[in-house]
């Protein structure tokens, strides 16, 4: 279709110059068909975008332009059916814009092209604010549990470890015998007090008391340590985000004046 | 695209209910933050790890979420396909066994359990229906989904601008200010902790400066004098009952290794205060890390605050171009 309506161009160009007001597809002096093209494909592309058949009267040039202009716009449409991969995507043929087979205007597009990454921007914001309320659900936890040491160092009582973690199954807890222990080696060290009476199933008491505390301590900063960073990542994210959605209203706002001004103007 | 031309008719011509209008609650009404999410009015923990589903409970909703999902793609691709064929209408029958696995029978009773939409597999329904009911399906998903902890894959869930947390529907500014406040909470949680260490130090360098002063007072005031023992355990005993601490706490060397029938002449008694002193110097220094850490708490307690407070800002200001640009 594209091809036909250049050949139809060229048509029109050579008519003009030669004083030529109007031709039939057959006159081969002003018109060449596009060879990649058989005559039933010509006919078939022509009789249904332009709604005519190819082999019939003359056309003036008005309507041959009017007639190439159709096949270019549909040949964008179909266009913007395939795969940006495939050279489709958004097409804009005479002004006219067509994605995904059909035709939308510019604003309608622009929109859903801010409105897509409004949702990538929510799918990042999503993934931060996850990782600050999974480390506030650890940090919320490290917290019961060294005031759990806190109260029974006071009462001057000895501690059972086993109290530390949840007791249900590992997958339903919300801090596990086996969660604790990985967090005391990993954010204290091989070293960590905590980890030896977590295997041991041991008591907490006497000198140990304030080392399973300071460990505590510094699972609770370092946790708090990574939400700071999440934090400030989501404060940037939600900039963006601000910015897009400003932006978004000013096109449309944009477009609004525009209209008005055409519509006064003309 | 239908999320720009929402077509209202297609409400009635799928038999959705107005849950509102029957005074029933319904799956995917949408709820108004009930359960006051994110309120910053007392700092208090919101748990946002899911509600707390059993594990049967939880293979039920996966297997609810997977059809939901597989659904909707199948949807959304069909519509393409339509488009592309030149159709504007199509049935679950035209779907066949699409998605994988699943029977236009399974695809009817997912809609009806996820939406409450009553069709049969030969409704002929437009393209722009389908395509709502493929979003509300992806948005019915999110919801279930929000039910699950974050460890299972649930947690704060966006689709569609939406935002879900622990099954129900919520704005973006509940979910930043619940996170917000539990952050605030537990840094609230920590300097607690932290002000009662402080308190707990103060009150023993209190009590060591003065069992300090008695030590001063009882020491020998020539070189040859020697007080015994006893005299100091008496002292240290009528001072236990006063402060509540043993003067061992401060000076544990002495205390352990006095012997009872003993004299100590002024000597002595130097190193005694001496071992004292360090133990209020030691003290003052734990303080100080303690007041470190008490500074930087409360720091980043109000960088915590300064970020939510802007973040209202920034919102209130989007709401205010929106509407001067749109209005």
Known sequence: MAQLAQAIYKAIDVARKNGISSFLPSDSDVLTPPDSSTHAEIESAFSEVVGRSWSGSELNLRQWAWAARQLENESGRILSSLPRAQGGGIQNVNGRWFVNGQAYSFVEICTANRVHTYFAIDDLLQFNLNTISANNSLTHKLNEIQNKVADSKSGNIYFLVEHLWDDKSDSNAKLSRSKLKELALGLVGTDSVLAVKIDADSIVRGEDWDSVKEELSTMIAAKSADNQIAQQRSESIVNVRSNLLDGLSNLLKGQQNLNGSISRNF | ?327
């Not at chain 2, 998605?99 to 029978?105: E, F, Y």
């Not at chain 2, 402060?243 to 003993?262: H, I, K, Q, R």
Request: aromatic share 8%; glycine share 8%; proline share 2%.
């Open chain 2, 1 to 327: 695209m239908g999320y720009i031309h929402p077509i209202e008719s297609a409400e009635c011509r799928l038999g959705f209910t107005r849950p509102e209008a029957k005074g029933a609650p319904s799956h995917n009404m949408i709820t108004s933050n009930s359960t006051g999410f994110g309120n910053l009015s007392s700092v208090t923990w919101t748990d946002m790890d899911g509600t707390g589903l059993t594990e049967f409970e939880n293979d039920a909703l996966n297997t609810r979420i997977s059809n939901q999902a597989n659904l909707s793609t199948a949807l959304l691709s069909a519509i393409l396909g339509a488009t592309n064929g030149g159709l504007d209408s199509f049935s679950l029958t035209d779907l066949g066994n699409h998605p994988t696995g699943q029977t236009p029978a399974l695809n009817l009773q997912t809609l009806k359990k996820a939406l409450g939409v009553n069709l049969s597999a030969a409704t002929q329904l437009t393209l722009q229906e389908w395509r709502r009911l493929a979003i509300s399906l992806e948005n019915d998903a999110a919801l279930q989904a929000s039910k699950r902890s974050v460890n299972d894959g649930g947690g704060v869930k966006t689709v569609n601008g939406k935002w879900f947390i622990n099954g129900q529907e919520v704005n973006l500014l509940d979910v930043y200010m619940a996170c917000r406040v539990n952050q605030v909470s537990n840094f609230d949680g920590s300097l607690k902790l932290h002000m009662n260490d402080l308190t707990a130090s103060n009150k023993l360098v209190k009590a060591a400066n003065e069992w300090l002063a008695k030590i001063r007072a009882l020491k020998p005031t020539d070189t040859s004098s020697k007080i015994a023992w006893s005299k100091i355990t008496a002292a240290g005993n009528s001072f236990s009952s006063t402060f509540g601490y043993l003067p061992s706490v401060f000076m544990p060397t002495a205390w352990g290794s006095a012997d009872a029938g003993e004299s100590y002449n002024y000597l002595k008694f130097d190193t005694w205060v001496e071992e004292c002193k360090n133990y209020v110097s030691q003290k003052d220094t734990d303080n100080q890390v303690t007041q470190q850490k008490l500074e930087q708490l409360t720091n980043r307690r109000g960088e915590v605050l300064e970020g939510l407070t802007s973040f209202i800002k920034s919102q209130s200001q989007n709401g205010q171009v929106t509407a001067r640009n749109l209005g």
